[in-house]
């Protein structure tokens, strides 16, 4: 089953601006919505960004999300170690009929 | 507030079956759909399966066609998830998720999850 593409890690210190990508193609990114989920090791993961660029109650507006075409991004800016976490991209596939995530992409705080 | 939380991992062997659960509170569960999401060791998240709240619906992974089933109770209010012919690539923490919606909208809460290993 295909999934969609994330860089495995990204990096920035307290206050920066880390962008993560997350690609796929034209059955899923292409033609739905995004959505971005946080996992802390040991910890249930959490939505941090849903339909592309919107905001979840209680999750701060230093996380952003945005999409074009077959690929989409997520944000964090002001960076904080509270964010050094998993980050997942994922889009319902209209090919597959199931849902497909990206690899994940491990942000550290230096 | 929202809480879900899984039962029923363990150590299975190879070929042979195991049952999850998922004990939903702090909501209307009959009003929404559920998901199930796993995790293998090292890997990334992988959807598994999503039911929606009236049981009509169903949608699987290809990786688990034919060998898994999501069933859920509405008046126990739990999702389970029911494998079979388990494969050492099953090994996995499986995640419970509540839907948006009543129907595949997106997942929008996770349990905390429960370890399944598949190994003889």
């Known amino acids: 089953q295909s999934g969609l593409t994330q860089p495995p890690s990204a990096s920035g210190t307290p206050g920066q601006r880390v962008t993560i990508a997350c690609s796929g193609g034209?059955?899923?990114?292409?033609?739905?919505?995004v959505y971005w989920y946080q996992h802390l090791p040991g910890a249930a993961p959490k939505l941090v960004i849903y339909?592309?660029?919107q905001w979840p109650s209680g999750v701060p507006d230093r996380f952003s999300g945005s999409k074009s075409g077959t690929s989409a991004s997520l944000a964090i800016s002001g960076l904080r170690s509270e964010d050094e976490a998993d980050y997942y991209c994922?889009?319902?596939?209209?090919?597959?009929?199931?849902?497909?995530f990206g690899g994940g992409t491990k942000v550290t705080v230096l | 507030q929202v809480q879900l939380v899984e039962s029923g991992g363990g150590v299975v062997q190879p070929g042979k079956s195991l049952r999850l659960s998922c004990a939903a509170s702090?909501?209307?569960?009959?009003?929404?759909?559920m998901h199930w999401v796993r995790q293998a060791p090292g890997k990334g998240l992988e959807w598994i399966a999503v039911?929606?709240?009236?049981?009509?619906?169903?949608y699987y992974a290809n990786s688990v066609k034919g060998r898994f089933s999501i069933y859920r109770d509405n008046s126990k209010n739990t999702v389970d998830l029911q494998m079979s012919s388990l494969r050492p690539e099953d090994t996995a923490v499986y995640y419970c998720?509540?839907?948006?919606?009543?129907?595949?909208?997106?997942?929008?809460?996770w349990g905390q999850g429960t370890l399944v290993t598949v190994s003889s």
């Open positions: 998720a509540r839907d948006v919606s009543n129907w595949n909208s997106y997942v929008e809460y």
């Open positions: 702090g909501f209307a569960f009959g009003n929404y759909a």
């Open positions: 039911i929606s709240y009236d049981r009509t619906n169903t």
């Open positions: 034209n059955s899923n990114i292409g033609s739905n919505f």
């Open positions: 339909r592309n660029n």
């Open positions: 994922a889009a319902w596939d209209d090919s597959l009929s199931a849902w497909v």
